[in-house]
């Protein structure tokens, strides 16, 4: 599951870093962000790895694009979900790391506007298909 959100960064978290069982170094940085929304929510994602240094290049009060995914996990019959940025914008949509994929933009989930009767455009020849 891929996902766009934009906001503003209102808070960020120190970096956090460890070594795994397997004795590989990682490092995590959490921050907030807030939608623009009606009704603004506080959202917190995570970068991992290398992705920490594309946060950086943002301050709190930066308007952002993040690009993320959202996945839980189970751990001793307790569930945790994880909202992980893995690209970061500045609000217009310049994107501050190398990958530079295209994607729709989902500032929010809206209902589709209704679409009259399609069946009455063909009622009323006035369809426009080529063939």
């Given at each position: 599951?891929s996902?766009?959100?934009t906001?503003?960064i ?7 870093s ?14 907030i962000v807030?939608?623009?929304d ?37 751990y ?17 949509g310049?994107?501050s ?17 209704p679409v009259?009767d399609p ?8 369809d426009?298909?080529?063939?």
């Amino acid at each position: 599951m891929s996902l766009e959100l934009t906001g503003k960064i209102i808070q960020i978290m120190p970096e956090t870093s460890g070594v795994s069982k397997a004795g590989k170094e990682w490092k995590k940085q959490e921050f907030i962000v807030e939608t623009f929304d009606t009704y603004p929510k506080k959202v917190c994602l995570s970068t991992m790895g290398e992705k920490t240094n594309d946060l950086k290049k943002f301050s709190v009060g930066s308007t952002i694009t993040a690009s993320l995914n959202i996945e839980s996990r189970e751990y001793q019959g307790r569930w945790y979900t994880d909202v992980r940025a893995w690209r970061i914008m500045d609000g217009v949509g310049n994107a501050s790391s190398g990958n530079d994929q295209s994607m729709p933009q989902m500032q929010s989930a809206r209902r589709p506007e209704p679409v009259g009767d399609p069946m009455s455009a063909e009622q009323e020849g006035t369809d426009d298909l080529p063939f």
